[in-house]
């Protein structure tokens, strides 16, 4: 009797030694009872097509992808969801039986969920949300904060140029704000996240005032080490619900794994628990 193939999938980047995907996916892996295997790859970007037009053979179900592979990846692929297409972006890929690579970008996903799991009255219809950053970040949240319904995006970033080529893509939904006067437009905000490196450990603080945040506000930060930055634990003084960036990095990775391996993994206590020892 044949034994079926054990099923490999994992994560490739340049560099990838800091990638937490491979804790994350063999924490589930294990919990799941799922005979399959997550590794992680340093691909260079000359090497990029070659490796992924191969890896099927290999048995790979699928891989995730960080930088600075998020872009290229989507042009090499054969076809895209709509969210990925409209990010410019993709971090998740599953090669299909025929060797084709189908991508998508669940940060986004990964983002929502979060923000629904850690604050669960949340509600994206109750005012404008405020973006500080214009990166790839912000696009994937910009995308998944329109498509919940939020009314309208402000949107702040070091150098306007960059935020004012987002509302040239993304539309009149979004108002540019100056960066100097970032705290502004917090006043009437109701969602506010952080999705620069700002407050990152290593890296400089984020010296946005936050005089005029609303109490009723939920505010996030996408960087989650440290866990409560200096920008959520303002928030939390001021009586704001705060949801940390580990979230978003757990359910993020919860499409793919059902793709690859054909259960749908939980983020519970008990996974933030492991990923933070």
Known sequence: MTKPNIPLAGVIGDPISHSLSPRLHGYWLKHN????????????????????????????????VTLPHKVNVLKLADQATDRAILI?????????????????????????????QSAPDWDPKAGPAAILGAGGAARAIIVALADAGVPEIHLSNRT???????????????????????????????????????????????????????????????????????????????GCRTVDGLGMLLHQGVPGFERWFGKRPKVDEELRKFMLR
């Open 33 to 64: 009872a799922v005979a399959g295997h997550y590794v992680p790859m340093h691909i260079r970007e000359r090497d990029l097509e070659g490796v992924l037009r191969q890896m099927p053979k290999m048995g790979f179900r699928g891989v995730n």
């Open 88 to 116: 410019g972006a993709a971090n998740t890929l599953t090669f299909r039986d025929d060797g084709s690579m189908f991508a998508d970008n669940t940060d986004g996903y990964g983002f929502i969920e979060n923000l629904r």
């Open 160 to 238: 306007r140029p960059k935020a004012e080529a987002l509302r040239a893509e993304f539309g009149p939904k979004i108002k540019v704000v100056d960066w100097v006067q970032a705290g502004n437009m917090l006043d009437d905000a109701r969602t506010v996240i952080n999705t620069t490196s700002l407050g990152m450990t290593g890296q400089q603080e984020l010296r946005v005032p936050l005089d005029g945040l609303h109490k009723d506000a939920v505010v996030s930060d996408l960087v989650y080490t440290p866990l409560e930055t200096s920008f959520l634990a303002q928030a939390k003084a001021k």
